[in-house]
């Protein structure tokens, strides 16, 4: 309750409107930071064509900074797929980790209930069950042969 009002009375004496004015003010700032450094960059390599370029004449320059523009945007391309198949396998595990806590913590939270009811003894016997049958099944069987996922090649 005293944090409802703390945010209420902030908002009235115009401390939010204030930090949302500085938070813009932040914002612009650095973009304008952004685009004179971009410019900065650019100024920088132009100097360097024009440095190469009287030393390797225009068309071998022009060749060479292709072919290294070209080889940077492949290499950020390769490093972003193997990146990307990364994160998306350790979301998949978190998620799952998750979704076994959310049904441990439920079936812990409904164990005393079910306990209590006219049913409940069988109620929690037949599912523990269920899971200890599927999970010697899965321990048994024969592993399937993995195929090659497209996405998982260079």
């Known amino acids: 309750m005293g ?10 004496s115009g401390e939010a409107m204030a930090a949302l004015q500085r938070a813009r ?9 952004a685009i004179f450094a971009l410019c900065g960059v650019g100024f920088l390599i132009g100097a360097a064509y024009v440095w190469l370029a009287a030393r390797y004449g225009p068309l071998a320059t022009s060749l060479g900074f292709g072919i290294g ?16 198949s990364m ?10 980790a998750d979704m076994t806590a959310v049904g441990i913590t439920a079936a812990l939270a409904l164990l005393p209930a079910l306990a209590k009811s006219k049913g409940g003894l069988g ?32």
Not at 25 to 33: C, F, H, K, Q, V
């Open 3 to 12: 944090t409802l009002v703390s945010l209420i009375s902030a908002l009235a």
């Open 25 to 33: 003010m932040t914002a612009i700032l650095y973009g304008l930071a």
């Open 69 to 84: 523009f070209l080889v940077i945007a492949g290499l950020i391309l390769v490093v972003h797929k193997l990146t990307t």
């Open 87 to 96: 994160r998306s396998r350790r979301r998949a595990r978190r998620r799952q």
């Open 123 to 154: 109620a929690i016997v037949a599912p523990a069950l269920a899971v200890v049958a599927y999970a010697i099944y899965r321990e048994n069987a024969k592993p399937k042969p993995r195929k090659t996922d497209p996405e998982d090649m260079p």
